[in-house]
Each structure stands twice: as structure tokens, then as C-alpha cells.
């Protein structure tokens, strides 16, 4: 059996680039932080990393509002240390996939400073601008995903613009065809810069259809959760097919692919979801052939931690779907959710040894699955959720409307420690740092936990140089659905040389592999 593409079972390492390591003293992370650290993510033994926007941004939502999408953004560096970074990373064996947000862009960008201006200028239809209903309401019933309206008024046109997330991100016309081609146009830059993939920010939320717009009907099945994110109005709504998911939206997916399929082995990777049970089948939209690679799988991730039952009828949901092809990717944390070592089954009076066999465990589930895995920097670390940081320090705009019921994002973004001794753990010479460091981080600390024997990120290294040389994991796509008592995780991973039966124990918290 052939090889898979590098990406089919890529384990890819998320990094977020504001808080990994700052090598110029502002508090901030940036390029050249990450590349003096490159050697302790190869030398993890991962295949790739992911990094989130460092695009010129006013960092309203910390990089997800682009100001120049073929720019670098100051506090991070220039295009000549992204260069040096890539050389660096290839010469180590990894691969680099940079986070394009096609969807919106930031209102600083000049494609929007030009088309707020006026109803005729070059620009003027690059953005959804739409007349007020008669009585000078919003054209739809449509809502934010941070809170609020998902249109706001512009005097100078009388008229009102839509923005899925912050007022500060307009989301760009896709039913102009010059908007795909700019966009078309980004994608090129960075793969002409050798970049071997792009994560796809938030491609469910691309608006390709233009006027007439239709409301959303009501969420029937809505029901007030616990939690304060499930209390958001946004889920009031069902989205798909007016708001979120329009019809049109695959004209994005293929044109990309289609830029994607002219250089060597390039990687797509789309953020995505529906309305409650369509997403699996979003997901299978956006991956049929001719369109994205892969898509994210959200249902790891669930913020109030899942129960080994939940874990595993996601998995069995995903599996049904994608069985036999690498076009999902799996992660329990990244940067929009708390940081998985501190959610619900690691809080189950554990103590902190039994937390660290929690994480491993859970690193080793998501690996072994078929598929891609993406790691967030620091669950190599076992690093739990920062969840005391004062409320004049928070940075995330969505933390900070919703505080103190829902802490927002600030509470997986601290920064990365990687001396348990250094000033802010070695992330930062600076008086003082964006985002505090956490205190409960410091003795986890990265470099001298890659010196220990038996740390988590030598045993996860381990594990990852293990995984090599398992031709079921590593030349087929193929497992059994999973099954296991209220405790496990049981499947069998199938090539035609090997099957290998894997096993994720939650109450003795540890993974056996078997062949059979
Ligand atoms: C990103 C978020 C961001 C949002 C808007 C998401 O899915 O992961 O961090 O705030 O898109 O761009």
C-alpha cells in the first residue's frame, strides 16, 4: 500500500504566536521567538506546525481581524524573519501551515477603507452593504457569534454592513468575483513563500450570496445550558443556509483547491461547522473532491469537557463519516477553548500526577485516531487552564463582554513558560507581558521538562517516534468503530501489513497497544 500524503496523519503543532516566546523584549511573542524554539517542537517529533494569524492587524481579536494579508504585523517581526522561520523549519523536517481568515477582514484593512466611503467607489461592493428595512432597522434578524448584531450602520453610505464576529471584522462579498480572486491572490503569496498549508479560519462563515438576504429561523432546540457560552443568543438561531453555510459558499472551497493543486503538495485545512447535527455533513460538503482536504473536527473540543461515553460516540459519529481518509483532523485544545488538561474528566479529584496521565492519555487517543491530530502549544505540558487572570488584565474581547460569568479566551492564551526559574518563565525579558504568565505553569516549564526523563513531552516524544514505525497508523487511514466499556476507548487500527487493537483506559488513566 502507497504511503499516505504527508498530511493524511500529520500530527500538527499549534502555535499561538503572541504568546510563545518573545525574543525582543516587548512582552509580545513573535517570528524570531519561534524560531529559537523550533528544535523543541522537532525535536517532540511532530511532522508540522500551524501557526495562527501574525498578519498586519490592530489585534482587536488578536490576529483574526487581517489588516494586510501579505504582510507581516510589526510586533511580530517581517517578511524576512517568516522566510528565515520557514528555511529553519524545513531544514528541520517540519512542515508549516499558516491560519488564512478568508471570511472577514479587519475595517483597517484599504479594501474596507475604501468601501465604507461611498456607494461607487472601485471597492464599493467588496463588503455586504445593505439598505435599511423601512423603518431603518437591520436587514436581517442575524446575530454575532461575540454578542449583539451582525450588522452595524455606516453613516457615510446609509447603510449597514455585516460582520459575523467583531463590528471590527467586515466580512468580505464572495459574490464578487474580484473579492475571490484578491483572496486567490493571498493564497498564492504565501505558497509562492514555500508554506506547505493554510488552516482556513471560520470557513463556514464565508458569505458568498448576496441580496436578497433571508432571516434565520429560531433554534427549536435550544435549550439555556449551564454554561454562560451556551446561553449565547447567536444559538437562539439556526444559521445554515441563510446567515451561515449559503448556498454558494463551495465556490470558495474550489477555487482554492483549485490554487492549492498548482503547486506540489499543499495542504487545506477548513475550520467548519452547522447547526447542531448538520455539521458532520458540512464537513463532508466542504471535503468532497475537488474542494478542501480536510476539515476540522469540533467535537473534542466541547468546552465543558466530555464524558469517556461522549468522547466516544464523537469519535464513532467521525469515524462513520471518514473512515479510510485522512480528510478530518482531531484536537482537544487550541486557542478559542480551555485548555483540555483542566476540563471536567482531568477535574474528577485527580491529583497532579494523575492530571499529566489524563493529558498523555488524551494525546495518545487523538493521535491514534485516523486522520490528522493538532496539538496546542503547551498540552505537551500537561498545561491546565489559567482561570484567575484579574479582570483589568484580560485582553479577549469576547472574555471582556461576558466577564466574569464566561472568562472569554484569555484563560488557554497565557503565555508558554519554558524555564521555571527565568523572569515570566522565559517567555519575555519585558517588565511585563501581554497576557500574565500563570503562575501554576512554572513548574512545568518546557525546556527543562524536555531534560526530564519522565515528562510528559518525553513521554508524548516517545510515543510519537513509536508511531512510526506502526504501518496501521502509519500507511492506511482505516479503524474499527469503537467500542469499550464506561471506562475505554477500544479500536483497531487496520493496514494490510498490520492491525493493531488500541486501548484508552480511563480509570487506570493508561493506553495499551496490541497486535492482533
Ligand atoms: C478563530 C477565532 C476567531 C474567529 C473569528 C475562529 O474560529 O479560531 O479565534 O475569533 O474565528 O475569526
Redesign the pocket.
Known amino acids: 500500500m502507497a504511503q499516505l500524503l504527508w498530511w493524511e496523519n500529520a500530527v500538527i503543532y499549534q502555535i499561538y504566536p503572541r504568546s510563545f516566546q518573545d525574543s525582543n523584549h516587548d512582552g509580545v511573542g513573535d517570528l524570531q521567538g519561534i524560531i529559537q524554539r523550533l528544535d523543541y517542537i522537532a525535536n517532540l517529533g511532530v511532522d508540522a506546525i500551524w501557526i495562527s494569524p501574525f498578519f498586519t492587524s490592530p489585534q482587536k481579536?488578536f490576529g483574526?481581524d487581517v489588516a494586510d494579508y501579505c504582510d507581516i504585523h510589526h510586533e511580530y517581526g517581517t517578511l524576512a524573519d517568516f522566510d528565515a522561520l520557514i528555511e529553519k523549519a524545513h531544514d528541520l523536517g517540519l512542515k508549516l501551515m499558516v491560519d488564512i481568515?478568508p471570511a472577514?477582514c479587519s475595517e483597517e484593512h484599504k479594501w474596507f477603507q475604501e468601501s465604507r466611503q461611498s456607494r461607487d467607489n472601485p471597492k464599493a461592493d467588496w463588503f455586504h452593504w445593505v439598505d435599511p428595512l423601512p423603518d431603518g432597522s437591520a436587514p436581517t434578524n442575524w446575530l454575532s457569534f461575540f454578542g449583539g448584531r451582525a450588522w452595524s450602520f455606516e453613516p457615510r453610505r446609509q447603510q449597514y454592513y455585516l460582520h459575523n464576529?467583531l463590528p471590527s471584522?467586515p466580512n468580505l462579498n464572495y459574490a464578487n468575483p474580484d473579492v475571490m480572486n484578491a483572496m486567490m491572490d493571498v493564497a498564492r503569496f504565501w505558497f509562492d513563500r514555500g508554506v506547505d498549508g493554510f488552516r482556513l479560519?471560520?470557513v463556514h462563515t464565508i458569505n458568498a450570496d448576496s441580496a436578497p438576504y433571508k432571516d434565520n429561523p429560531a433554534n427549536p432546540e435550544f435549550v439555556l445550558g449551564p454554561l454562560p457560552q451556551d446561553q449565547q443568543p447567536f444559538f437562539r438561531q439556526y444559521h445554515d443556509g441563510a446567515q451561515l453555510n449559503q448556498p454558494n459558499i463551495q465556490r470558495f472551497s474550489e477555487e482554492i483547491r483549485k490554487v492549492a493543486d498548482s503547486y506540489d503538495d499543499r495542504y487545506l485545512m477548513g475550520?467548519c461547522d452547522g447547526d447542531n447535527d448538520n455539521a458532520m455533513m458540512v464537513s463532508q460538503t466542504f471535503t468532497q473532491a475537488g474542494r478542501l482536504h480536510a476539515t476540522y473536527n469540533f467535537d473534542l473540543l466541547k468546552w465543558d469537557g466530555l464524558s469517556v461515553e461522549g468522547m466516544r460516540d464523537a469519535i464513532a459519529k467521525a469515524v462513520e463519516a471518514f473512515n479510510d481518509s485522512g480528510r478530518l483532523s482531531f484536537a482537544f485544545s487550541?486557542?478559542?477553548v480551555p485548555r483540555s488538561a483542566s476540563r471536567q474528566l482531568a477535574k474528577l479529584g485527580l491529583d497532579e500526577s494523575q492530571q499529566q496521565a489524563m493529558q498523555l492519555l488524551l494525546l495518545q487517543l487523538e493521535i491514534s485516531l485516523i486522520g490528522s491530530a493538532c496539538i496546542y502549544q503547551g498540552e505537551e505540558l500537561a498545561l491546565p487552564d489559567v482561570q484567575d487572570i484579574p479582570l483589568d488584565k484580560m485582553q479577549d474581547p469576547w472574555g471582556i463582554e461576558f466577564a466574569p460569568a464566561f472568562l472569554g479566551?484569555d484563560t488557554c492564551r497565557t503565555p508558554m513558560v519554558w524555564q521555571t526559574t527565568a523572569p515570566h518563565g522565559g517567555f519575555s525579558e519585558a517588565n511585563d507581558t501581554w497576557l500574565p504568565v500563570a503562575e501554576a505553569h512554572l513548574s512545568r516549564a518546557g525546556l527543562d521538562e524536555a531534560e526530564r526523563p519522565q515528562s510528559n513531552y518525553n513521554k508524548l516524544a516517545s510515543f510519537l517516534k513509536w508511531r512510526k514505525d506502526q504501518p496501521a497508523m502509519m500507511e492506511a487511514n482505516t479503524m474499527t468503530a469503537p467500542t469499550g466499556d464506561a471506562h475505554q476507548i477500544i479500536f483497531t487500527r487496520i493496514s494490510d501489513k498490520q492491525s493493531l487493537r488500541c486501548c484508552f483506559d480511563f480509570e487506570t488513566l493508561s493506553a495499551s497497544f496490541e497486535e492482533i
Open positions: 481579536d483574526y481568515v472577514h464576529f471584522q479560519d471560520a475550520e487550541n486557542h478559542d479566551r
